[in-house]
């Protein structure tokens, strides 16, 4: 019999397996442990002891410059981002019910892209500053995540959507955002068209302070909501009826997953760019490593894409010291192969 772990506090209450404790217990610690491996790591090494003694308030001048200046808030904005897809990813999969279901994949992250650039684009000087306040550009990015994903929901709603339909369909909404982003690129500013290209892969390079303290608050407010209606997430993967006949509603808690997952693709988008591929990689990692309760599998997946992501940051920015190599390059580069398999198995299923 598998041993539970629960918790009750007034009207919240999580169950989860003691195994699946502590496989989230160990994945906190490698994702602090690369944390402190990414900010050491650079054209100049900073040993983990020195990391350390920076975050307790011990390091000496030079390298808390490095580390809390230069590479801290881009370790943080890739921990976030890459948290905010996966989630987003595991929450897609359970309301579309759809294994192959991600932000990228479905043109979701296409039209967080498209509202990004303009935004970027249209309310600049000319050179690289805003005209707007920065915060901005994660409302834009929210914005058009979310006409997609309700377009991609009514269609669900009327015939459903099998692994080959979504995959159609994700065709052809990243077709048209792709459209859309090249064009907005086209009518700006030359020096915002290079930024653009780079971002657009998925990079957090040049990333600051201020966009920590944006994007934070958005995780920090939507990744606890979505931990606590987990639940509601299992009770979907029962089947409609079943679901209201627990006392479920079923449409209204479709539309508020869809919201908060569209949210926190908004706010990675803002700031690392379209890095694809983690909202399908994590979750399903997450799910072999903790199983298929949400309550355990949506901290996985968080964990897990903070990982990948920073992962291939840190990959991005060593590997070839002359040239830095967008972190989205390498996520694709593990994530397609993952996704033709994936795709495979669904069709020997049909």
């Known amino acids: 019999m ?20 502590w496989t989230l217990i160990i994945l906190a610690a490698i994702a602090l442990l690369v944390v402190c491996v990414s900010v ?10 020195d990391v350390l003694k920076v975050f307790l308030g011990w390091g000496n001048a030079y390298h808390t410059l490095v ?33 192959l279901a991600s932000p990228d994949l479905i043109g979701i992250t296409g039209g967080a892209t498209v509202a990004a650039v303009a935004v970027l684009t249209f309310f600049s ?7 707007v306040p920065l ?26 959507i099998t692994p080959f339909r979504l995959i159609l369909l994700g065709i052809g909404f990243y077709t048209a955002m792709q459209a859309f982003t090249n064009l907005v690129i086209l009518l700006g500013p030359e020096i915002r068209a290079v930024q653009s290209k780079t971002w657009i892969t998925g ?22 909501l979505i931990f606590f209606f987990a639940r ?13 006949g627990l006392g479920g509603s079923v449409h209204r808690d479709r539309v508020l997953f869809l919201f908060l997952s569209t949210a926190l693709t908004g706010a990675s988008v803002a700031f ?27 901290p996985a997946s968080a964990l897990l894409g903070s990982i990948y992501v920073m992962l291939a940051d840190l990959l991005g920015r060593t590997l070839y010291a002359a040239h830095e190599i967008p972190a989205g390059v390498f996520t694709a580069v593990i994530g397609a192969p993952y996704f033709i398999y994936l795709l495979i198995q669904s069709r020997n299923r049909t």
Request: cysteine-free; charged content about 10%; overall charge positive.
């Open 272 to 298: 690392a760019g379209g890095i694809s591929f983690v909202g399908l990689l994590a979750p399903h990692a997450a799910r072999k490593l903790v199983g298929s309760s949400y309550g355990a599998l949506l």
């Open 40 to 49: 050491g790591v650079g054209d100049m090494y900073i040993a983990p002891q």
């Open 67 to 99: 580390v809390e200046t230069l590479r801290l808030p881009r370790v943080l904005i890739a921990l976030l981002s890459g948290a905010g897809l996966a989630v987003s990813g595991a929450i897609l999969q359970a309301v579309i019910r759809n294994p």
């Open 232 to 244: 509601h997430l299992n009770v979907q993967q029962l089947g409609d009826q079943v679901a209201t």
């Open 135 to 160: 915060y901005w550009v994660p409302l834009a990015a929210f914005g058009g995540a979310m006409v997609v994903a309700l377009l991609m929901y009514l269609l669900s709603l009327r015939q459903g």
């Open 125 to 131: 000087d000319g050179a690289t500053s805003l005209v």
């Open 203 to 224: 990079s957090v390079y040049g990333s600051n302070w201020e966009q920590v303290m944006i994007i934070l608050p958005w995780m920090a407010i939507f990744l606890p």
């Open 2 to 21: 598998k041993k539970m772990w629960s918790w009750r506090v007034k009207g919240f209450s999580m169950l989860v397996e003691a195994k699946a404790l």
